[in-house]
């Protein structure tokens, strides 16, 4: 439709997009920056063939419900309970990455213990969170016990400036991980690869896992 060949197009692209983003950083909007699109994929294509898209799978999500019913009656690993869980939430949703990070000593960030999916490795090493102001979706997720999400049909959050710098626009889940009734990190979960959004149904799927996760973690604590 422009007639431009890939090379003049990918440039146009990343220029308007390095423009948006000082224009936001100018005029002190840095908080939309994360709702940019992610043109990480234009300065490195050979990423698009690795990407893989994992479709719903009802079977392996029940196989993994009932894998984490069975810890919750007898005291397990937490290491354990979280890959099953996590496991469950990858493969049994539909993901693309997920994590559990645990909050430090300090209780005012969040470091990942365990990732699944494409790219984990970075994941495990560059996904840390700081808590940032009240009334921020992840600290209202910790301080109040909230499972969130974003995406299609989600009501927009405040995010704070440095979740909307790692979560895509597609959108991404997040709960409590809680030990009784105390919140010691959370989940978290997006299409960040592929692009695809988040819906309801991946919420609801979502919530389902990391409550039962929940459960097994307070079980094992009272033993």
Known sequence: MLK???????????RCSNATVKLAEAYGAKVLIGYLPDTDLLLHPERLAEVV???????FQLKKLRELTGFAVEKTDFN???????????????LDRCAVLLLLPSRRMLQPRIALGDGAEEMRNDFILELE?????????????????????????VLGEQLARKVPASGF??????????????????????????????????SHFVQLANICFSVAFRH
Request: glycine share 10%; charged share 30%.
């Open 173 to 206: 889940l997040l709960a409590p991980l809680q030990v009784d009734n105390k919140v010691i990190g959370v989940y978290y979960a997006d299409r960040a690869s592929s692009g695809r959004d988040i819906h309801p149904e991946d919420f609801d799927s979502f």
């Open 4 to 14: 431009l060949d890939t090379d003049e197009f990918r440039g146009r692209v990343l």
């Open 53 to 59: 898209v994992r479709e719903e799978n009802l079977a």
């Open 133 to 157: 102001g009240r009334g921020t979706l992840l600290k209202d997720c910790i301080e109040n016990q909230k499972l969130a999400w974003q995406g299609e049909g989600a009501d927009k959050a």
């Open 80 to 94: 354990k309970v979280v890959t099953t869980a996590l496991e469950g939430i990858l493969e049994g949703i539909g």
